[in-house]
């Protein structure tokens, strides 16, 4: 150790002779995005939401520091696949994603479909909505939506009636303006931005793919950040978890029926 850093640490009360410093963790470069329950602004200006939640427990718990920004979904993919970002949050793993980033799994749900209401008894199965050629969906560019919809999606591609927007307020912008009559939507997305544009008596939520099971949660870059630190991360998750702290945060933002749902309780790869 250098004698000017012995001297900072000394100042700053946090090096103890003969006793082993924690090795740093961090800092980190961590990516947010504007979702739904996952990620908004507040009317006085804050931010809250499930991730950041996680996020501000995980770096106590765990004492990694993070250097946190705000991005689009779409940039966030491309920096860590490019290794250009350290972290980010409620990502879906894939096995092309899963290449340059480790998933730390807490969450689970499924797409619903938002149709207009007017439209929802006509258009009450994908193979309906598919089968009326004037039929437009929006959707957010790079999301994953499930194994059901995403086949569905690529049908809808191939007959250009797919409308792909940066993020979900884009969404619902584009829905609002009738330049779509669907959107597809996990239930932490919807509740907060439907009632804010005052959609919610405008729309019917159809479960057209019950059997899918999405999960998603931290996203670490494999190449960024070390094994250690990834470890560290992964026992904070698991003791956030055991202790209830995962449960109550989403409680705070979505419920407690919808919390239960919507939490993976034990993933496979927890620690034993």
Same mark, same amino acid.
């Given at each position: 150790?250098?004698?000017?850093?012995?001297?900072?640490?000394? /100042?700053?009360?946090?090096?103890?002779?003969?006793?082993?410093?924690?090795?740093?963790?961090?800092?980190?470069?961590?990516?947010?995005?504007?979702?739904?329950?996952?990620?908004?602004?507040?009317?006085?200006?804050?931010?809250?939401?499930?991730?950041?939640?996680?996020?501000?427990?995980?770096?106590? %718990?765990?004492?990694?520091?993070?250097?946190?920004?705000?991005?689009?979904?779409?940039?966030?993919?491309?920096?860590?696949?490019?290794?250009?970002?350290?972290?980010?949050?409620?990502?879906?793993?894939?096995?092309?994603?899963?290449?340059?980033?480790?998933?730390?799994?807490?969450?689970?749900?499924?797409?619903?479909?938002?149709?207009?209401?007017?439209?929802?008894?006509?258009?009450?199965?994908?193979?309906?909505?598919?089968?009326?050629?004037?039929?437009?969906?929006?959707?957010?560019?790079?999301?994953?939506?499930?194994?059901?919809?995403?086949?569905?999606?690529?049908?809808?591609?191939?007959?250009?009636?797919?409308?792909?927007?940066?993020?979900?307020?884009?969404?619902?912008?584009?829905?609002?303006?009738?330049?779509?009559?669907?959107?597809?939507?996990?239930?932490?997305?919807?509740?907060? /931005?439907?009632?804010?544009?005052?959609?919610?008596?405008?729309?019917?939520?159809?479960?057209?793919?019950?059997?899918?099971? /999405?999960?998603?949660?931290?996203?670490?870059?494999?190449?960024?950040?070390?094994?250690?630190?990834?470890?560290?991360?992964?026992?904070?998750?698991?003791?956030?978890?055991?202790?209830?702290?995962?449960?109550?945060?989403?409680? %705070?933002?979505?419920?407690?029926?919808?919390?239960?749902?919507?939490?993976?309780?034990?993933?496979?790869?927890?620690?034993?």
């Amino acid at each position: 150790m250098s004698r000017l850093l012995l001297l900072s640490l000394l /100042i700053l009360g946090l090096y103890e002779p003969g006793r082993v410093q924690a090795a740093p963790c961090g800092p980190y470069s961590l990516a947010f995005y504007e979702h739904g329950v996952l990620y908004y602004r507040e009317a006085q200006g804050d931010y809250a939401g499930i991730d950041l939640d996680v996020v501000n427990e995980l770096a106590k %718990r765990s004492g990694c520091v993070f250097n946190t920004v705000l991005e689009s979904r779409v940039r966030i993919w491309d920096q860590l696949a490019k290794n250009n970002l350290d972290l980010s949050v409620s990502g879906i793993p894939s096995p092309e994603r899963e290449q340059f980033a480790e998933f730390m799994l807490y969450m689970q749900s499924h797409n619903f479909a938002l149709i207009r209401r007017e439209l929802a008894s006509a258009l009450s199965t994908p193979e309906a909505f598919l089968a009326d050629a004037k039929r437009v969906v929006v959707v957010v560019k790079s999301f994953k939506h499930g194994a059901a919809f995403d086949g569905w999606l690529d049908k809808m591609r191939a007959q250009q009636r797919v409308t792909e927007v940066p993020d979900f307020e884009s969404a619902v912008r584009v829905f609002k303006l009738g330049r779509a009559d669907a959107m597809l939507a996990l239930p932490t997305s919807w509740p907060r /931005i439907l009632r804010r544009e005052g959609l919610q008596d405008q729309i019917s939520v159809l479960d057209w793919a019950p059997q899918d099971r /999405i999960t998603a949660g931290l996203i670490v870059s494999r190449q960024r950040v070390s094994e250690a630190d990834r470890q560290r991360l992964r026992s904070a998750l698991h003791s956030m978890r055991k202790d209830g702290t995962l449960e109550a945060i989403f409680k %705070r933002h979505v419920g407690a029926s919808l919390a239960k749902a919507t939490l993976i309780e034990t993933p496979a790869d927890a620690p034993k």
